[in-house]
């Protein structure tokens, strides 16, 4: 029996557990899948904790992406390039940093139709799911980047591109491109349900509008865009896509894509 886990600081969001769980069964391994809500005083003692319960692996999401990095032993360039880690591996009792976020991004833009090469996009937020968006975005050959933060003034670890700029919300009125995407909480179950990060007559300047967040599956700031005419994404299919590649770096096994699409649509139903 092996056991993985996510580590995060609020949980009842999450769809991880059932993710990770249909997982398990579709492909017949006897494993379990917990999540540990963790306080930001205790995240050293939890990391220590993996190696003395014995987990195979962690995710790790809001808001210790960034914050678990020193206690690894070792991390892979991609997570490194990006400032965060949400994946951890426990092998011959060293832990493993690894990032899943920036191919589970990209995996379901490919599948929704969301296209990035020559396009402007405005990314709203710097978190760590922010950092491995902004690399995708310009590893993929995006025309320009604005990125609105309200620490606009304060963020020292983004990517040196003349391609990208730095806005904060109230700047932001005029900006008119192809894609825009949430990457922040507001929005997300339950705290924060019925919030947009920006209005209307900001969301109605782009194309296409992509939340991160998975629930709700249809967020504030989706319902405003599709009323809008933009074409919609929410987060759940990378959520699964980013899950799954999780699971390949601890098992060290890849699967097929099905796997994925049966997955989402198993919890989409449910």
Same mark, same amino acid.
């Given at each position: 029996?092996?056991?993985?886990?996510?580590?995060?600081?609020?949980?009842?969001?999450?769809?991880?557990?059932?993710?990770?769980?249909?997982?398990?069964?579709?492909?017949?391994?006897?494993?379990?899948?917990?999540?540990?809500?963790?306080?930001?005083?205790?995240?050293? *003692? &939890?990391? #220590?904790?993996?190696?003395? +319960?014995?987990?195979? $692996? %962690?995710?790790?999401? !809001?808001?210790?992406?960034?914050?678990?990095?020193?206690?690894?032993?070792?991390?892979?360039?991609?997570?490194?390039?990006?400032?965060?880690?949400?994946?951890?591996?426990?092998?011959?009792?060293?832990?493993?940093?690894?990032?899943?976020?920036?191919?589970?991004?990209?995996?379901?833009?490919?599948?929704?139709?969301?296209?990035?090469?020559?396009?402007?996009?405005?990314?709203?937020?710097?978190?760590? *799911? &922010?950092? #491995?968006?902004?690399?995708? +975005?310009?590893?993929? $050959? %995006?025309?320009?980047? !604005?990125?609105?933060?309200?620490?606009?003034?304060?963020?020292?670890?983004?990517?040196?591109?003349?391609?990208?700029?730095?806005?904060?919300?109230?700047?932001?009125?005029?900006?008119?491109?192809?894609?825009?995407?949430?990457?922040?909480?507001?929005?997300?179950?339950?705290?924060?349900?019925?919030?947009?990060?920006?209005?209307?007559?900001?969301?109605?300047?782009?194309?296409?509008?992509?939340?991160?967040?998975?629930?709700?599956?249809?967020?504030?700031?989706?319902?405003?865009?599709?009323?809008?005419?933009?074409?919609?994404?929410?987060?759940?299919?990378?959520?699964?896509?980013?899950?799954?590649?999780?699971?390949?770096?601890?098992?060290?096994?890849?699967?097929?894509?099905?796997?994925?699409?049966?997955?989402?649509?198993?919890?989409?139903?449910?």
């Amino acid at each position: 029996m092996q056991f993985f886990g996510l580590f995060g600081e609020h949980l009842s969001h999450s769809f991880s557990e059932r993710i990770h769980t249909e997982f398990y069964k579709l492909i017949g391994l006897p494993a379990a899948y917990k999540h540990f809500e963790i306080a930001p005083d205790d995240i050293e *003692s &939890a990391i #220590a904790g993996i190696r003395v +319960l014995q987990l195979t $692996g %962690v995710n790790v999401t !809001i808001p210790y992406k960034q914050t678990v990095i020193p206690y690894m032993d070792d991390i892979t360039p991609e997570a490194l390039r990006i400032g965060a880690v949400n994946t951890i591996t426990v092998k011959d009792g060293k832990l493993y940093g690894a990032n899943t976020d920036y191919y589970g991004f990209g995996t379901m833009l490919e599948s929704s139709g969301v296209l990035v090469k020559n396009q402007t996009a405005m990314v709203l937020g710097f978190g760590g *799911s &922010a950092k #491995a968006v902004v690399l995708y +975005l310009l590893d993929h $050959g %995006v025309k320009n980047i !604005i990125i609105v933060s309200r620490k606009k003034g304060e963020l020292t670890d983004v990517p040196d591109d003349p391609r990208i700029q730095l806005k904060g919300y109230d700047e932001v009125g005029s900006v008119t491109g192809e894609l825009i995407i949430n990457t922040t909480p507001l929005g997300m179950f339950p705290d924060k349900i019925g919030i947009s990060p920006v209005p209307v007559e900001i969301i109605r300047n782009f194309k296409s509008a992509v939340d991160l967040i998975y629930n709700p599956r249809q967020t504030e700031f989706l319902r405003l865009a599709e009323a809008a005419g933009l074409k919609t994404c929410d987060g759940l299919k990378m959520l699964v896509h980013q899950a799954i590649k999780s699971e390949e770096i601890w098992l060290e096994q890849a699967f097929e894509p099905k796997i994925n699409q049966a997955i989402y649509e198993k919890i989409t139903s449910s």
